[in-house]
C-alpha cells in the first residue's frame, strides 16, 4: 500500500490556514495511506492539549486521526532506526569542540517512519532536515554563517545517514497545497477580482510560509509562474 509520512510543520501550517480539510480529497487521489509517527502525535495532539493557545487546533487534528485520514504507525523497528538516525545527525557538525544538536526526534522520527515504509514522500517543512538529506554543504555554509564560527564535519556519519536516507523524497506543505490548487480543491475560494486564481494561489503559498514552511519568495514565484502556464 503507498504511504506518505507528514511532519508535524506541514499538519500545523493546513490546520492555521483553515486547510485542514484538504487530508481527505488529497489522500483520496493518491490512493494511499496518509501516516505520522508517535512522535509526531505527541507534537501534534498530546502536548498542545495541555496548553490553552493551541488546544484547538489539536482536536482539529484528533479528528483526522480518529477518522483514520492521518494514521498514526507504531513500530519498534522505527524507533530503533529513530535511535540510530538521531545519533548519526546530531553528530556531523561541530563547533567549538561540541556537537552540534541540528535535528529534532519528532521529524527524525518521521524519516525512519518513510524508510520502514518505502513511503512515497515525506512532508516536512523544516529547512534543516530538508537540507541534510537534499544538501549538506549548503547547511554547513548556513551553520558557519550562523554561528561565525570554524566548523568541523565528521563526514563518515554525514555519509552513513545521507545513505541511510538517499531514497527519500520530500516535499512541503508548499507543494502540498499546490497540487490542491491543481487539482481544482481549492476552486470555492476563487474570487470575484481582477486575476482571481493568481490572487488565489498567491494566497495560500503565503498563508503556508508564513506558518512555518520554508520556502523562499524566489521559490513562491516559480511555482506562481509554472502554475499560471497551465
Known amino acids: 500500500m503507498k504511504s506518505i509520512i507528514f511532519d508535524a510543520g506541514p499538519i500545523i501550517s493546513l490546520t492555521m490556514n483553515n486547510l485542514l480539510w484538504l487530508l481527505n480529497p488529497l489522500k483520496k487521489q493518491f490512493n494511499g495511506d496518509f501516516y505520522i509517527s508517535k512522535e509526531i502525535k505527541k507534537e501534534l495532539v498530546d502536548k498542545p492539549l495541555n496548553t490553552k493557545r493551541f488546544e484547538f487546533e489539536a ?40 556537537w552540534i544538536k541540528i535535528v529534532h526526534t519528532g521529524e527524525i522520527e518521521g524519516i525512519a517512519s518513510a524508510i520502514y515504509l518505502n513511503s512515497s514522500a515525506f512532508v516536512v517543512d523544516e529547512r534543516t532536515t530538508r537540507l541534510l538529506i537534499e544538501n549538506p554543504s549548503n547547511l554547513a555554509k548556513i551553520l558557519k554563517h550562523k554561528l561565525h564560527v570554524k566548523l568541523t564535519i ?13 531514497n527519500i523524497k520530500m516535499i512541503r506543505s508548499a507543494e502540498l497545497v499546490a497540487i490542491a490548487y491543481e487539482l481544482g480543491l481549492l476552486d470555492k475560494y476563487i474570487p470575484n477580482i481582477p486575476n482571481p486564481k493568481r490572487t488565489l494561489l498567491d494566497s495560500i503559498l ?18 506562481m509562474s509554472v502554475e499560471n502556464k497551465k
Open 206 to 223: 503565503w498563508g503556508v510560509k508564513l506558518d512555518g514552511c520554508a520556502v523562499s519568495k524566489k521559490e513562491i514565484e516559480w511555482i
Open 154 to 166: 565528521n563526514k563518515n556519519n554525514l555519509r552513513k545517514f545521507r545513505k541511510e536516507t538517499e
Open 59 to 98: 482536536l482539529q487534528v484528533l479528528q483526522y486521526i480518529k477518522s483514520n485520514a492521518l494514521r498514526v504507525i507504531v513500530n519498534e523497528d522505527i524507533l530503533k532506526k529513530r535511535d540510530m538516525l538521531l545519533n548519526l545527525a546530531n553528530n556531523i557538525f561541530k563547533a567549538k569542540g561540541r
